[in-house]
């Protein structure tokens, strides 16, 4: 789990405020996946992205999210005018290039909106 | 569509106890990957074991133990001899082709001294 880093480990934002999350993947990891976990609940996926590409963002709300992997640097999401329900647990898990090695998940992001 | 479902909410046992954690899945692909993740109290998600459709091998590694059988689609894991540090949630998923894991609600596990 360490080779996914995370940060910050907690944010407070008061609603209105955007919050980003970052996620540096393991090395040599290419593919990036957000999931969220709200309170009491599972992980729900978000997002998966390959370097400068999203690949499946069908679970991403439609509106404030969004998510880059850029070609130098970490994965970023950003959630724009947080609102109290996006209070929450987001993890972020890379794979390398072949998909049978499966994920390895970052320590997460616990982001609450007061 | 996948799902994966994890009847019991919340279990607790008393220390040494062995103790089963359901999992039942659904998909329609005849190629998919099931995993269980343990969460502890400090919150990051722990892999435990990947096992792919093809294999029906029960895996036992050290106290921890699980069943997959494709007919009733169910990938159940056991704890035997359980201990107070096996207290956390316990998550079991599923990934199809296309990447991504779907979980199930998860089981909290308390283990009782």
């Known amino acids: 789990n360490a080779g996914v880093m995370q940060n910050p480990r907690h944010l407070v934002r008061r609603r209105g405020q955007e919050a980003r999350l970052r996620c540096s993947p393991m090395?040599?990891?290419?593919?990036v996946y957000w999931y969220r976990q709200l309170p009491e609940e599972g992980l729900k996926f978000m997002v998966y992205l390959q370097k400068e590409n999203i690949i499946d963002e069908s679970g991403m709300p439609k509106e404030r999210f969004s998510a880059e992997f850029p070609k130098e640097g970490p994965s970023i999401l950003r959630i724009q005018q947080v609102v109290r329900g996006d209070s929450a647990a987001y993890f972020c898990a890379s794979s390398p290039q072949t998909e049978d090695y499966g994920y390895t998940f970052g320590s997460g992001t616990r982001l609450t909106v007061v | 569509a996948q799902k994966v479902t994890q009847a019991q909410t919340e279990i607790s046992v008393v220390e040494k106890e062995d103790v089963t954690l359901d999992c039942v899945y659904e998909t329609r692909d005849t190629t998919y990957y099931l995993f269980w993740y343990k969460q502890p109290p400090s919150g990051e998600l722990v892999f435990l074991i990947r096992?792919?459709?093809?294999?029906?091998q029960n895996e036992i590694s050290g106290r921890y133990s699980w069943n997959f059988q494709k007919s009733t689609s169910s990938f159940n894991f056991t704890i035997t001899a359980s201990q107070v540090v096996d207290s956390a949630v316990y998550f079991c998923a599923l990934r199809e082709y296309g990447n991504k894991l779907v979980f199930g609600a998860g089981t909290i596990l308390r283990v009782k001294s």
């Open positions: 096992r792919n459709s093809f294999d029906e």
């Open positions: 090395k040599g990891h290419s593919h």
